[in-house]
């Protein structure tokens, strides 16, 4: 029998995660998730329906991040929110001007 031990490497990004997965990776409760989901500020792929909710890598960075703005600055759920929404469109215009040939307008 072959003892070997071999390394796997999963690319998050290509990963489905359910809400029970979610939740366990970024320390939040269901009620959590379904709270701010209900309020409009995180949201699942969109083939997917209450019952089965599914989240990828993006949204697990967003809940992540929102629970440190929630926690670190006592910010309520919608700035939370407001300010990841902010930093990734400050992250999407950085980027577009590092492109070589790029124009900024």
């Known amino acids: 029998m072959n003892d070997d031990v071999y390394r ?3 690319v998050l990004e290509d990963v489905w995660l359910d809400l029970a ?6 320390g939040v409760t269901e009620l959590w998730v379904r ?10 792929d969109s083939r997917a329906t209450m019952d089965v909710l599914r989240f990828d ?8 991040r929102m629970v440190s703005l929630e926690r670190d600055f006592e910010a309520v759920p919608e700035l939370a929110s ?6 990734l469109e400050l992250a999407t215009l950085r980027a577009k001007l590092r492109r070589p040939g790029d124009q900024a307008t």
């Not at 997965?21 to 970024?26: F, K, N, Q, V």
């Not at 709270?35 to 699942?44: A, F, H, I, K, V």
């Not at 407001?82 to 930093?87: F, K």
């Open 8 to 10: 796997v490497q999963v």
């Open 21 to 26: 997965d979610l939740c366990h990776l970024a």
């Open 35 to 44: 709270q701010r989901m209900e309020d409009g500020l995180l949201t699942s």
């Open 57 to 64: 890598a993006g949204d697990l960075r967003r809940v992540i």
């Open 82 to 87: 407001l300010v990841i929404d902010l930093e």
